[in-house]
């Protein structure tokens, strides 16, 4: 018998020995109530309290917890878009107190205050502005839970818009509009390519013609002093002028026709206005050529005349 109350004993005293000790972990404090009041808080590491008389009424997580709310609403252009808020927060760890008493559900009070600044925001700007100004809408929203959730103890640490997803057909027409707008850019710079080329090609065909033009310049300039050199020569062995002239014309004339017979396939057509023109213009180049000739026979009698008078000179 006395063994039995020896064992009973010990297992009281190891019962009693268990309910004194608790061990609280780390980035924790744990919440001590006698019989049913407020204690103390602790925090971590081997705690103690009286068996029986106290109780630990919970544990209040201090780590930094996230929490994502999905919010659909609309733009001031009535567009519906849904915004995917993510909310980083901790317990302030002075204010476990107020966090484990004052507010039985943190994640639905700050659940419903992100509805509210979201709602009260988004419709102020149009579609596009919600994309651009997202973090002016983190800023409110954060700013707001940290004026609603510091008096229950928590502790806003971040708040981020993580996604915009508008109507699938909205999407679908930006993707449009993004496109055209690209084929738009596109086709200017081709244009301008375009351009640029036409206007290269017209200033290289403008500076081939003025070359052309200095060479046909310099070729008949070139001509014109041959000519005169010609004539100069011809004045010099005691020809005049005006017999030079007809001597340089009937050669130019049978250069002309030895340069024509010499190239093979090569036609010469004239094609007159009227039968009458075509007439009267074959007649000008028999008459052309028969003076041609003409003045070449004369030219040659006149030179045999002149050795011969110089002959007698001598």
């Known amino acids: 018998m006395g063994n039995l109350f020896l064992i009973l004993a010990i297992i009281l005293l190891v019962i009693l020995l268990f309910s004194t000790f608790f061990v609280v972990k780390q980035q924790t404090s744990a919440i001590v109530e006698r019989f049913g009041k407020f204690t103390s808080v602790r925090s971590s590491g081997l705690q103690l309290k009286i068996p029986i008389f106290d109780r630990i009424a919970g ?29 980083q927060f901790k317990v302030i760890q002075d204010s476990v107190y107020d966090a484990f008493y004052k507010l039985e559900y943190p994640h639905d009070q700050i659940t419903s205050y992100i509805f509210d600044v979201v709602r009260a925001e988004v419709p102020k700007l149009k579609l596009d502005d919600v994309f651009e100004r997202k973090d002016d809408i983190a800023v409110a929203v954060k700013k707001e839970l940290n004026e609603a959730m510091t008096r229950y103890g928590y502790d806003i640490i971040n708040t981020l818009i993580t996604d915009i997803d508008p109507d699938i057909q909205v999407k679908n027409a930006m993707n449009r509009i993004n496109a055209a707008d690209r084929e738009k850019t596109a086709a200017e710079f081709e244009a301008e390519a375009t351009r640029i080329k036409i206007v290269a090609k017209a200033r290289a065909e403008a500076e081939s013609k003025r070359l052309q033009g200095q060479g046909i310049a310099d070729q008949r300039r ?13 004045n010099n062995v005691g020809i005049n002028s005006q017999e030079a002239s007809a001597l340089i014309v009937v050669t130019q004339h049978y250069d002309t026709l030895q340069s024509i017979g010499e190239a093979t396939n090569t036609n010469l057509i004239l094609l007159p206005n009227s039968p009458q023109a075509g007439s009267d213009m074959l007649n000008n180049m028999v008459a052309s050529f028969t003076a041609s000739n003409m003045i070449g026979e004369q030219m040659k009698k006149d030179m045999v005349k002149k050795d011969v008078a110089k002959k007698k000179k001598e």
């Not at 544990?59 to 709310?69: A, E, P, S, T």
């Not at 070139?222 to 011809?234: D, K, P, Y």
């Open 59 to 87: 544990r209040v997580n201090l780590k930094v917890q996230q929490l994502d709310v999905m919010i659909e609403t609309k733009t001031k252009d009535n567009v519906f878009v849904k915004l995917k808020v993510s909310v």
């Open 222 to 234: 070139e001509i014109a002093r041959g000519l005169e050199e010609s004539v100069n020569v011809l």
